[in-house]
Nanobody, 111 residues
Framework: VQLVESGGGLVQPGGSLRLSCTASGFTFSGYVMRWYRQAPGKERELVAAISAVGDSFHYADSVKGRFTMSRDNAKNTVYLQMKNLKPDDTAVYSC?????WGQGTQVTVSS
């Protein structure tokens, strides 16, 4: 199993980013996918989750209305569209499934 995230970077407050996570080594379309984030000195936080077929979602209260998770089962990829980013969104974002984790991608929100 391999999960590879991409799309992180430095963005100004109020800006947008789209993260991607491409999976391999398992039947992607059969599993829930989740995005977590961890900021320095803080516990890891569940940001968003999406059902196997993409018809059910969960979002942390801190990102509701700003983040949107989606998936393309034909491409074995999940996305996290992040808008109106805030400095508190600064963290390493990782995708996970079945106990497997990607290496993470750094998101830094700063002016």
């Amino acid at each position: 199993v391999q999960l590879v995230e991409s799309g992180g970077g430095l963005v100004q407050p109020g800006g947008s980013l789209r993260l991607s996570c491409t999976a391999s080594g398992f039947t992607f379309s059969g599993y829930v996918m989740r995005w977590y984030r961890q900021a320095p000195g803080k516990e890891r936080e569940l940001v968003a989750a999406i059902s196997a077929v993409g018809d059910s979602f969960h979002y942390a209260d801190s990102v509701k209305g700003r983040f949107t998770m989606s998936r393309d089962n034909a491409k074995n990829t999940v996305y996290l569209q992040m808008k109106n980013l805030k400095p508190d969104d600064t963290a390493v974002y990782s995708c996970t499934s079945q106990g497997y984790w990607g290496q993470g991608t750094q998101v830094t929100v700063s002016s």
